[in-house]
């Protein structure tokens, strides 16, 4: 079992009496699923649906303090505690950026045997394995504690990359990117059957009609790693962008019908005019009831 702390991530808190409340009414997961010991997936999105933050949502007991707490990108947030903020209005609710003194562990390949204080499954994908949020200067003696090997933050970013799981920042932009288009859809991060949220309507609307043509996918790389943000072509057609690789695997934002027009035709692909192949066809198919919606 390996666990790495993650530098990247930061650690938001919302209580108060309406926090519950509150924070469902404006993100895309189901924040009454929510308990000490769980988690989910979530985002909170523009009014246009598009993804300001996305976040793993979990509770803090009673004796740990209370309230809802958000591991999200820590350069984001101070952002998104502040649009958090400016949501609150006359509710009972308290949002503070932790990030200097709370962090998030990584921990894969195992399931501790013993779960320490604000420990959580990553429920976006089994494959990712725990998360624990935990002070830096904690971050070894919590390793110790579970019976994990400590390790470097990038071996924890192959392992994301080598489970499909998308990073903002590196695999899709912050505020351009829709939660399908990184497939938060099939990563348990948009609950279909929840009360209104901001930018529900669009969310709704693209799942309905199958209107997601853009997709984030796995590839293969033949040879060294493309930079991210390289475009990606097949013949003299554009698929999309190159996001984050290592160890010869890597993500990419592609436009899934294009994607499979190519594959029909036999084409290579490249990014930055380096070859890669998918790794699943089926990631880049489209089913013939959505392709007719």
Known sequence: MKVAF????????????????????????????????????????????????????????AGQGGGLLLDCPKALAQQLADRLGFYKLRAKVVVENLSDSLGVLAVWDGEPSMKPDLAFADTRNSSLGWRILVPEDLAQKAAAAIGAEFVDAAQDEAHRIACGTPRGGMDFIYGDAFPHETNMDRLHGVDFDKGCYVGQEVVSRMQHRGTARTRIVRVRLDASAPEVGASILAGDKSLGTMGSSSNGLGLALMRIDRAADALGAGLPFFAGGIPITLVAPDDVRISPDKASA
Request: glycine share 10%; no cysteine; aromatic share 6%.
């Open 6 to 61: 993650l530098p990247d991530r930061g650690v938001i808190k919302v209580s108060g009496d309406d926090a519950r409340r509150f924070l469902d009414g404006l993100v895309t997961t189901n924040i009454e699923m929510v308990q000490p010991g769980s988690a989910r997936f979530g985002a909170l999105l523009t009014p246009q649906g598009k993804i300001i933050a996305d976040f793993l949502v979990t509770e803090a007991s």
